[in-house]
């Protein structure tokens, strides 16, 4: 009988675990950011100030050596247990010495 007690809300919390929705990073507008940005004039502030702080960042070297502070940013939102009509989207930014945005490239949805 003790057994049973503990059984049923075991299984309800498996239960409610596998159907619950999972999000990770935070949400960003990219059509904003794409309505803002310029290249070459933007600064590493300005962006801060639209986006907040960047999930994750990093250090870019291109083909001819050349080297660009990345900020990354990315969201995902979907269902578990299978993910079905998840949303990710993920933008990388690439800045100059000077703190400039030098380009950016996006994928997932807007």
Same mark, same amino acid.
């Given at each position: 009988?003790?057994?049973?007690?503990?059984?049923?809300?075991?299984?309800?919390?498996? !239960?409610? =675990?596998?159907? &619950?929705? *999972? #999000?990770? /990073?935070?949400?960003?507008? !990219?059509? =904003?950011?794409? &309505?803002? *940005? #310029?290249? /070459?004039?933007?600064?590493?502030?300005?962006?801060?100030?639209?986006?907040?702080?960047?999930?994750?960042?990093?250090?870019?070297?291109?083909?001819?050596?050349?080297?660009?502070?990345?900020?990354?940013?990315?969201?995902?939102?979907?269902?578990?247990?299978?993910?079905?009509?998840?949303?990710?989207?993920?933008?990388?930014?690439?800045?100059?010495?000077?703190?400039?945005?030098?380009?950016?490239?996006?994928?997932?949805?807007?």
């Amino acid at each position: 009988m003790r057994t049973e007690r503990l059984i049923l809300p075991v299984a309800l919390v498996f !239960l409610l =675990a596998a159907c &619950s929705t *999972v #999000q990770i /990073g935070e949400g960003f507008d !990219l059509r =904003a950011f794409e &309505s803002k *940005v #310029q290249r /070459g004039a933007t600064t590493q502030a300005q962006v801060r100030g639209w986006l907040g702080a960047p999930t994750g960042t990093g250090v870019h070297v291109d083909t001819g050596g050349e080297r660009y502070d990345e900020w990354t940013y990315y969201y995902g939102e979907g269902r578990l247990p299978n993910m079905v009509n998840a949303e990710f989207k993920i933008l990388q930014i690439k800045f100059d010495k000077s703190g400039t945005v030098r380009g950016y490239n996006w994928s997932g949805g807007k």
